[in-house]
């Protein structure tokens, strides 16, 4: 018997009605968690547990982002997901096409998403913080996670674009980092045609505010500096809050640099340096 979201490629049903129909819907992910007019769905079939993303309803007049660029950017999510082969990447199973738009099938995931409000941000209860409270060690596992698969993104022509929190889950229990919605993504380095493009201001690089601006691993080199910077620090580049050594601390500071000429010029040079400060990290 065909499973109903892994062995079926086309639906004559409307993503909602055809996942309630599948099996067990048992959280729903919409507006405010998906302001784009996307929805989500965790949907259990058995003992499997599953996240389908769909594009969501093509009449609904509130989503900054129109519907046909969302389900676009559900394509481009697909043809990531299949170039894409770590542990910390949910798998894509399966593409499934309907009247509107695809359903994109991902092994489901356990964890938290690490993304707050900003009135919430502070907050030591917050999930965000609670991730940064962590001990150091436990937090440089999680970015070891996320460099490598931006290191392997990029050697396979991935640039990272609207990365920040907000694309991390984090699975206290077992120590784990996984990261999605990466549905922005670019095939290749491109001119900036927006001025201030999409993603947290905590995580972008200069040039992603100025039109004309080329983006390329050069920014992603920035935005991976700045992730430490956020986790492993204050949020600003000052030696003292910064929870590291100074070896790591170089990496960070050099990926911070304003001047993108004298960041680290790949994700490969980026990746080489943290994994090379990583090796010189006293252990115990």
């Given amino acids: 018997m065909p499973h109903p979201l892994l062995d079926v490629p086309r639906i004559e049903k409307t993503p909602g009605a055809y996942v309630k129909v599948a099996g067990e819907v048992f959280a729903v992910f919409g507006e405010p968690i998906q302001d784009s007019g996307n929805i989500s769905y965790g949907v259990r079939v058995g003992d499997g547990r599953f996240f389908v993303k769909t594009a969501g309803r093509p009449d609904d007049p509130h989503p900054f982002s129109p519907y046909p660029d969302r ?30 738009g695809p359903l994109l099938v991902y092994e489901w995931v356990d964890g938290e998403l690490l993304h707050v409000s900003r009135e919430n941000r502070d907050n030591p209860r917050s999930l965000h913080q609670r991730f940064r409270s962590l001990p150091p060690d436990e937090i440089l596992q999680a970015l070891d996670a996320i460099f490598e698969v931006h290191h392997q993104l990029a050697k396979l022509g991935w640039i990272a674009v609207d990365f920040y929190d907000g694309s991390l889950i984090y699975d206290f229990e ?15 380095p491109f001119t900036n045609e927006m001025g201030r493009m999409f993603g947290s201001t905590r995580f972008m690089a200069p040039e992603e505010f100025r039109l004309g601006a080329a983006i390329d691993e050069r920014t992603n080199v920035f935005t991976m500096g700045r992730t430490v910077s956020v986790f492993l620090s204050d949020g600003t580049l000052e030696r003292e809050p910064f929870r590291g050594t100074d070896a790591l601390y170089e990496v960070m500071r050099r990926a911070c640099l304003e001047n993108r000429k004298w960041r680290f010029d790949s994700m490969a040079a980026f990746h080489a340096a943290w994994v090379e400060a990583r090796r010189a990290q006293p252990r115990g």
């Fill in 71 to 100: 389900v676009a950017l559900l394509r481009n999510a697909a043809r990531l997901s299949d170039t894409c082969a770590h542990p910390a990447f949910p798998r894509l199973h399966n593409v499934i096409e309907s009247p509107h």
């Fill in 174 to 188: 077992r120590r784990e980092v996984h990261l999605v919605d990466l549905d922005n993504y670019h095939e290749g």
